[in-house]
C-alpha cells in the first residue's frame, strides 16, 4: 500500500491505496467524489475525463500513485458548492441551455474537456471544438448540442470579459 | 478490469530506475502510460514493478546541438507538438504528433513511451525510423544507441536491451531547405491508423535534393522504411514519386484484421507514399525549380 | 400553427434533469455504495461452445478476501430459469453456464469478494475442465439439419419460423410487370451505452425483502426477478430513483440481477455487480439484432410497388430471451410509408454460438427499414427512375390516413410529401445534386443518400402474442400518481428509471400544461417498485404517449375534483365556471383561488362536497391506445401512433482511401406535437449518430474460433465528433388522433433511417461502377477494395 496526497478541486486530499489503483478509482472510492466515471476503463471513451492543472486527461490512464503531489479538478469542482451548491458554472450552464446531454453519464467529461479547451482558446470554431471533445464518446446526442453548448459557453465567456471595464482588466 | 498487483517506484535517476530494471526481471518502465495502463487493467501486461520515470529531470528536457535535437524520453507528446524546436528541426514531427490519439491523450503519453512500446501503428516511431533517429538506451551504466530505422523487428518488439531504460531521441535537424509529408488514414479521426506515409525531401542549394526519406506504417508489423532514393537528381514530377513507390512497395508484405484487408493496406500505403511525398516536394517547389 | 396552442408544451424549456448531471451529480448504479458490500466478478467461457466437466475453485476460495464462488449448477438448483419469450421449453437459460457453455464469453461462475480487483484475481485461480464442442456462427448454416444444434434438448437451431401472408401477394406478383430480388445484411451492432449494466442486491431477512438498485430498463423487471428467485412480489422492492448511463433498449440485466440476488439473499449482505468493459461487449447480452434479408419485389413499370416477400432471418446468439419478438414489431410497419398491397413475411430467428441479442433502440425496426429503402432503390434503379420520384409515386397520401396495412396496424396519420418537400427546399437540393456532380467531376466518390420510415410509437407490444399464441398479453399500460401537498405544491410520482428519455421533464411539462402551473414549480419522484404503480417502462418509443398521457389523465382528475369543490364553494354548476392558472373563475366573475382549494382539500373537510374524500391526489393507469385485441387471423393493431422521418444527406470519399465524409445531412421529423423540443431534437440527434456508427463503423465480429473480436473500444468504433456531422432537423407536425395532445413517440427517431441513408449514400456514390453494398457495417476498406476490383 502507497501513500498518496494530492489536491483535488483545490483541497489537500491524502489516501492510503495499492499502486494499482488508477486515478479514476482513487477519485470514486478514496475520495468519494462519484462525478468521475468509469465508461471503458481502457482509455477510449473519455467518461472519466479530469483536469490537471488545467489540462484534460484520462484518469483511468493514471494510477493513483501518478498523480502524487499534482493538482487535479473534477466536475465537483467546477459550479457552485457547499452553500453555493446549485449555482452552474457558465459551461455548465450552457449545457443546460442547449441541452447537451441525455443521460448524463459522459456529461463531467464532456464539461471537463470544454473547460480545457475555453481555457486556453476562449473563441474556438465549431473545428476545434469537435477536436477537443473528440476523444469523449457520447452515444445519447450525436454531439450536436454539445457542440453548441461549448460554443454557447465561449461567447458568453467572451462576452463576460468584454463587459469588464477597461481599466481593471490588467493591474 | 483492474491490474495485477504491483509495486510501484518512482526513481529519481536513470541510473536508479536501471538498477530497479535489472533487479526484478518482471519490471516495467512505467512513462506516460497511455498504452501500458490500458494492457494493464486487461491484464495483459502483468508486472510485478512498475518504475515511474516521470521524474527524473533529465529525461523532460530538449537538447539541442549543432546538428541534433535530442528529446528526452519522458517528453509529453503534446509538449513536443508545441515545441518550437521541433516545429523548427524535425518538421516531419511535428506533423505527426498532431496524429497520435486525441488531446487527453497526447497531455499525457510520451515521446520515448511511444518508440518503446513500439505498436506498429505508432505515428512517433514511423518518424524515428523513417529519419533514422538514434534511440539511446541506459544499459548497465552506460548509454547504447540504436538506429530507429532497424530498431523495430515486430509489433510491440524492439531490439532494445530487456534491462535497458530509454533516455533519448536524437533527430538530425533538417537542412535549411526542406519538405515534408504526413499522411494518416482511421476509421475514424483518433483512431490506430490503418495506413500511415511519412515523408521529407532534403534539398541543399547547389547540389539539389541530397536525400529522400520515406516510410510506411501500421501496414506490417513495424515501421518500414522504402528506398526511393533513386529519385534524388529527378525532377520529382508526379509520374516518377509513383514510379519509384510502385517499385519500393512491391515487396512490401501488409497485414489483415477485421477494420482493412492486406489489399486495402498495400493499396492505400502506395497512395499515402505517393502524397506525402508530393507534399514534401511542393513545400519546396520554389527551390526545386530555381 | 400549433406551438400556438399551448403554454408550455412545445416551446423550448429547459429539461429539468439536465442540471444535476452537468454537476456530476446523477445517481448512476455505480455511484452507490453499502457497508459491508461484496463484489461479483464472472468467469468468463474461452470456448464457443464446450461441456464442463468440472470447476475446482478450491484455489481461487482459499485466497484473502475472497467470499464465495457460485457456479451454474449451484446457481440451477436454487433459482427458475429466465423467462422465454417463446415456446421452446427446452431452450433453458440460467444466469450462469449450467454443464455447458455455448458462446465465448458465457459466465461461468462468479467470484464474491471484498473488493473488485481480488474477485479478479481470484478469477484466475479457477480451473475450468471443458470439452470443446462443435460450434456454429452463421445462422443459415445454424438452420441446416446437419448442423450441431446449441441446444441438444431443444433438437435443432431453429426458434421462430413463422410464415404471414397479407393481402393477395400472389396475384399482386402475377398482375405485376416486373420483379426483382436481392438480399442484404444488418450487420451484429448495439447501441452500447457509455455506462455497463451494474446491479446492487441487498438481502434483509428480517424484513424478508431484497432491495435491488440498478442500471435498468426493462418492463415487468421485478416481476422476472421475483419469479426467478421463488420470491414473492412484494418481497423485491427495485428502487427507480437510478439513473441509468444510456440504455436506448439494452440495460435488461434480469440474468446479472437474478444472480446478484441470489448472492445477497444467501450471504446476508449487500452484492454489488458492475459490468467491466470486456464483460459488457461480450456477455453483457446486449447485442442487437444480426439479421439476413431475402426480398423479392413486385412492381410495375410507372414505379408502383405492388407487393414484397421478405424473409428475415435472425442470429439469436445462444439463448432466447425476448430476441426473436424483435422480428414481431417490424410488423406493424411491414410496408414502410408506402401503399404496398400485399405482403408475404417469413420470420426465421435462430440460435448460434454467440452472444445473446437484446432489445437495441426501435427492437428490429431499423434492420427492416434499410431492407425496405434499399428495395425502394433498387426498384428506381431497375426502371431507371429517380429515387425520390419513385418513393412520393408509392408514398402513402395525407388523405389517406387512417391507413390500413396488409399486417392489420392501421398507421394514424401523416403528411409524407409535405416532410419530404420541406427537406428538399431546407436542404436546397438542386444545390446539392449540383454538389454531388462537382465532387465527382473533381475526381472524388459522392453520393446522395435519401431514405423514408416510419417510426411506431406507443408499445404495444402486441406482436408477443402474434408470435407465441399461448401469450394472450394485450395490456400494455402505463401510470402516474399526482399529489398536491397541504402548502398547495404539486408532486407526481414516474414509476421507472431514466435513462435519458427525460421523463421528468415529460410529466412536468404535461402537468404544467394540464394544471396551467409551471413546471418548474413541480417536483417529480421515482419511488421504489412497491409504492409504484404498473408500467413498462421507456419501449417503443412510449412515453410521451403513455406516461406523458397518464400524467395529462392523472391531472385532468384533479381538475375535475377541484372544479367540483369550486362549484360546491360558489353555489354553481360546473359548466359555469372555467380553470385559470390555478385558480377557478365563475361565470359572475367570483374567483376561488389555488389556496383556498388547498385549504378546503386538506383542512376543512366541512366544506367539500358530500361524500368527497379529502386531499388533492390521483392517479391514472392507462392503457396503450388502440389496443383493445389479440391477434385475428394473423393480423393485429401494433403500435398506435407512427412517427416519420425523411432523410437526405450527401457523402463524398476518395476512391483509393474509401473513407466516406458526410457533407451535409438533413431530417424532417414529424412526431406529433412536440413535448419538448431540445428533447426530440436531441433524440434525433442522437439517434442519427447510432444509425452513422452502424451503417460504417460498429459490428460485434468473430473470428472463426467463435472469438469475439471486437470486445473493446479500440475494435468497436463508435462515432466520435469527428464523424457525426452538423445535423439540420426539419420539423413538421402532424397530430396522432389517438393521444391527448397529438404527441407521438420519438425516442428511437433518426436511428430508424440513418443507417439505410448512410448506406444509400454510398452505394450511389458507387452506382456507376455497378457495385452493391449488401451489408452493414461498410467499412472503408470494403469500399476501396470493391472499386479496385472494378478499375484495376
Known amino acids: 500500500m502507497n501513500d498518496v496526497t494530492l489536491t483535488i478541486n483545490g483541497k489537500p486530499v491524502s489516501g492510503v491505496t495499492e499502486p494499482r489503483v488508477t486515478l479514476l478509482d482513487f477519485l470514486r472510492d478514496v475520495a468519494g467524489l462519484k462525478g468521475t466515471h468509469a465508461g471503458c476503463e481502457h482509455g477510449v471513451c473519455g467518461a472519466c475525463t479530469v483536469l490537471i492543472d488545467g489540462t484534460a486527461v484520462r484518469s483511468c490512464l493514471m494510477l493513483a500513485v501518478q498523480a502524487e503531489g499534482e493538482d487535479i479538478t473534477t466536475i465537483e469542482g467546477i459550479g457552485g458548492s457547499g452553500a453555493r451548491a446549485g449555482e452552474l458554472g457558465v459551461i455548465q450552464d450552457a449545457f443546460c441551455e442547449t441541452h447537451g446531454l441525455q443521460c448524463g453519464y459522459c456529461t463531467p467529461g464532456m464539461i471537463l474537456a470544454a473547460e480545457a479547451l475555453l481555457s486556453v482558446n476562449t473563441d474556438p470554431t465549431e473545428h476545434e471544438v469537435r477536436e477537443a471533445i473528440s476523444g469523449n464518446i457520447c452515444r445519447c446526442t450525436g454531439y450536436v448540442q454539445i457542440v453548441d453548448a461549448i460554443l454557447l459557453a465561449a461567447k458568453r465567456l467572451g462576452q463576460r470579459n468584454d463587459a469588464v471595464p477597461s481599466d481593471a482588466t490588467l493591474a | 478490469m483492474k491490474p495485477v498487483r504491483f509495486d510501484y517506484k518512482r526513481p529519481a535517476t536513470i541510473d536508479e530506475a536501471c538498477g530497479l530494471l ?3 526481471d518482471n519490471a516495467r518502465i512505467l512513462a506516460g502510460g497511455q498504452s501500458l495502463i490500458p494492457m494493464l487493467s486487461m491484464r495483459l501486461s502483468r508486472p510485478s514493478l512498475l518504475i515511474d520515470i516521470a521524474h527524473i529531470p533529465e529525461l523532460t528536457t530538449f537538447v539541442e546541438t549543432e546538428t541534433h535535437i535530442e528529446i528526452g524520453a519522458m517528453v509529453r507528446q503534446a509538449v513536443a507538438q508545441k515545441s518550437k524546436l521541433v516545429k523548427t528541426h524535425i518538421p516531419l514531427l511535428a506533423k505527426a504528433l498532431g496524429h497520435v490519439g486525441h488531446p487527453p491523450t497526447r497531455a499525457r503519453g510520451t515521446v520515448g513511451g511511444s518508440v518503446a512500446h513500439a505498436d506498429p501503428s505508432a505515428e512517433i516511431a514511423l518518424v524515428a525510423a523513417t529519419l533514422g533517429a538514434e534511440i539511446t538506451y541506459r544499459v548497465d551504466g552506460t548509454d547504447e544507441i540504436f538506429d530507429a530505422s532497424d530498431f523495430f523487428i515486430g509489433p510491440m518488439l524492439t531490439i532494445a536491451p530487456p534491462t535497458g531504460c530509454l533516455t533519448r531521441l536524437s533527430f538530425a535537424k533538417v537542412p535549411a531547405v526542406c519538405g515534408t509529408g504526413f499522411h494518416e488514414v482511421a476509421p475514424r479521426k483518433s483512431d490506430y491508423a490503418l495506413v500511415s506515409a511519412a ?10 535534393v541530397t536525400s529522400i526519406h520515406l516510410g510506411i506504417g501500421s501496414v506490417g508489423d513495424f515501421p518500414e522504411r522504402l528506398d526511393v532514393n533513386q529519385l534524388c537528381g529527378t525532377p520529382l514530377d508526379d509520374a516518377a514519386i509513383a514510379d519509384a513507390v510502385h517499385a519500393a512497395m512491391q515487396m512490401v508484405e501488409t497485414v489483415e484484421d477485421l477494420h482493412a484487408t492486406a489489399a486495402y493496406r498495400k493499396r492505400v500505403a502506395t497512395e499515402l507514399a505517393i502524397r506525402a511525398l508530393r507534399d514534401a516536394r511542393d513545400e519546396i517547389s520554389t527551390d526545386l525549380n530555381q | ?10 416551446t423550448p424549456r429547459r429539461p429539468v434533469e439536465d442540471r444535476r448531471f452537468v454537476a456530476g451529480r446523477g445517481k448512476f448504479i455505480a455511484d452507490l455504495d453499502r457497508p459491508n458490500m461484496l463484489h461479483v466478478a464472472p468467469l468468463a467461457s474461452h470456448h464457443a461452445a464446450a461441456v464442463i466437466n468440472c470447476i475446482d475453485a478450491s484455489a481461487a476460495l482459499a485466497m484473502p478476501g475472497v467470499v ?12 427458475q430459469p429466465l423467462m422465454n419469450g417463446l415456446n421452446t421449453p427446452n431452450v433453458r437459460r440460467f444466469p450462469l453456464a449450467v454443464d455447458r457453455v455455448r458462446y465465448a464469453g458465457e459466465w461461468v461462475c462468479a467470484v464474491v469478494a471484498e473488493s473488485r480487483a481480488l474477485a479478479e484475481d481470484a478469477l484466475e485461480k479457477i480451473i475450468v475442465d471443458a470439452t470443446p464442442q462443435p460450434f456454429i456462427l452463421d445462422a443459415e448454416a445454424a438452420l441446416l439439419e446437419t448442423s450441431a444444434p446449441v441446444h441438444p434438448e431443444h433438437g435443432s437451431n431453429l426458434l421462430l419460423d413463422r410464415k404471414f ?19 442484404v445484411t444488418w450487420g451484429r451492432n448495439s447501441t452500447v451505452p457509455i455506462e455497463t449494466f451494474g446491479v446492487l442486491a441487498e438481502w434483509n431477512g428480517w424484513d424478508r425483502m431484497l432491495d435491488i438498485w440498478a442500471s435498468i430498463q426493462m418492463p415487468k423487471y421485478a416481476d422476472q426477478i421475483a419469479r426467478s428467485l421463488d420470491l414473492p412480489g412484494n418481497a423485491i422492492r427495485v428502487h427507480y430513483d437510478v439513473d441509468v448511463g444510456g440504455s436506448y433498449g439494452v440495460k435488461r440485466g434480469i440474468k446479472h440481477s437474478v444472480l446478484v440476488g441470489y448472492i445477497a439473499r444467501k450471504l446476508g449482505c449487500p452484492v454489488r455487480l458492475i459490468e467491466d468493459r470486456l464483460e459488457n461487449m461480450r456477455a453483457g447480452d446486449a447485442h442487437g439484432p444480426e439479421r439476413k434479408f431475402d426480398i423479392t419485389i413486385a412492381f410495375d413499370q410507372d414505379g408502383t410497388v405492388r407487393s414484397m416477400k421478405m424473409r428475415a432471418l435472425d442470429n439469436a446468439g445462444a439463448y432466447a430471451g425476448r430476441a426473436p419478438f424483435q422480428l414481431g414489431k417490424p410488423i406493424s410497419a411491414i410496408v414502410g410509408p408506402y401503399q404496398i398491397n400485399s405482403v408475404a413475411y417469413h420470420a426465421l430467428s435462430v440460435t448460434t454460438n454467440k452472444t445473446v441479442q437484446e432489445a437495441v433502440r426501435g427492437f428490429g425496426q431499423a434492420p427492416t427499414n434499410y431492407a425496405i429503402e434499399t428495395a425502394m432503390d433498387r426498384v428506381a434503379e431497375y426502371l431507371g427512375m429517380d429515387r425520390l420520384a419513385l418513393r412520393q409515386k408509392n408514398l402513402i397520401r395525407k388523405d389517406q390516413f387512417p391507413y390500413l396495412i396488409p399486417s392489420g396496424s392501421y398507421y394514424d396519420s401523416g403528411d409524407y410529401h409535405a416532410v419530404i418537400d420541406k427537406v428538399l427546399a431546407a436542404a436546397d437540393y438542386p444545390a446539392m445534386l449540383a454538389e454531388r456532380d462537382r465532387l465527382r467531376d473533381a475526381g472524388m466518390m459522392a453520393g446522395i443518400g435519401i431514405a423514408a420510415c ?16 399461448s401469450n394472450q398479453t394485450s395490456t400494455w399500460m402505463e401510470s402516474c400518481q399526482v399529489n398536491i401537498d397541504a402548502l398547495g405544491k404539486l408532486t407526481a410520482r414516474i414509476h421507472t428509471t431514466s435513462s435519458g428519455q427525460g421523463h421528468e421533464t415529460l410529466v412536468s411539462t404535461v402537468l404544467g400544461e394540464v394544471m396551467q402551473i409551471d413546471p418548474e414549480l413541480i417536483r417529480i419522484t421515482r419511488p421504489n417498485s412497491l409504492e409504484s404503480l404498473p408500467g413498462n417502462s421507456p419501449v417503443g418509443s412510449r412515453m410521451a404517449i403513455m406516461l406523458g398521457g397518464a400524467a395529462a389523465r392523472a391531472g385532468e382528475k384533479l381538475k375535475a375534483k377541484i372544479m367540483a369543490i369550486a362549484a360546491h364553494r360558489l353555489g354553481v354548476d360546473i359548466d359555469q ?29 366541512h366544506n367539500l362536497p358530500d361524500g368527497m374524500d379529502p386531499g388533492l391526489a390521483s392517479f391514472d393507469i392507462m392503457q396503450v391506445p388502440t389496443g383493445d385485441a389479440l391477434p385475428v387471423d394473423d393480423k393485429v393493431q401494433m403500435y398506435p401512433c407512427y412517427s416519420f422521418e425523411f432523410h437526405l444527406l450527401l457523402v463524398s470519399f476518395d476512391p483509393i482511401i474509401g473513407r466516406p465524409d458526410i457533407h451535409s445531412y438533413v431530417i424532417g421529423h414529424d412526431c406529433g406535437t412536440v413535448i419538448n423540443p431540445a428533447i426530440v431534437s436531441g433524440m434525433t440527434y442522437g439517434g442519427i449518430a447510432h444509425g452513422i456508427g452502424a451503417a460504417l463503423f460498429e459490428e460485434f465480429a468473430y473470428d472463426t474460433n467463435g472469438q469475439l473480436l471486437t470486445q473493446s473500444f479500440l475494435d468497436y468504433l463508435m462515432p466520435s465528433s469527428h464523424e457525426v456531422p452538423a445535423i439540420q432537423i426539419v420539423k413538421h407536425c402532424t397530430p ?6 397529438g404527441q407521438k413517440g420519438s425516442g428511437e427517431s433518426g436511428y430508424l433511417g440513418a443507417p439505410a441513408a448512410v448506406s444509400a449514400a454510398i452505394n450511389d456514390a458507387v452506382s456507376g461502377l455497378g457495385i452493391h453494398f449488401e451489408k452493414l457495417p461498410i467499412r472503408m476498406s470494403a469500399i476501396s477494395d470493391a472499386i479496385a476490383a472494378k478499375t484495376s
Not at chain 3, 464465495?68 to 433459482?79: C, F, H, Q, S, Y
Not at chain 3, 416510419?454 to 399464441?469: A, D, I, K, R, T
Open chain 2, 22 to 24: 535489472a533487479g526484478d
Open chain 2, 199 to 208: 515523408a521529407q525531401i532534403n534539398f541543399a542549394a547547389g547540389s539539389g
Open chain 3, 1 to 10: 400553427m400549433t406551438e400556438q396552442k399551448y403554454k408550455f408544451l412545445s
Open chain 3, 68 to 79: 464465495d464462488v457460485i457456479t451454474g449448477a449451484e446457481l440451477a438448483a436454487a433459482v
Open chain 3, 165 to 183: 401472408v397479407w393481402g393477395p401477394v400472389d396475384d399482386d406478383f402475377d398482375a405485376a410487370a416486373h420483379s426483382l430480388s436481392f438480399s
Open chain 3, 454 to 469: 416510419l417510426e411506431p410509437s406507443g408499445g404495444n407490444s402486441s406482436f408477443e402474442p402474434l408470435l407465441n399464441q
Open chain 3, 577 to 605: 365556471l372555467r380553470y385559470e392558472g390555478g385558480d377557478v373563475l365563475a361565470h359572475d366573475g367570483r374567483r376561488f383561488t389555488w389556496d383556498e382549494m388547498v385549504e378546503l382539500a386538506h383542512r376543512q373537510y
Open chain 3, 736 to 741: 396522432s388522433p389517438h393521444t391527448v395532445f
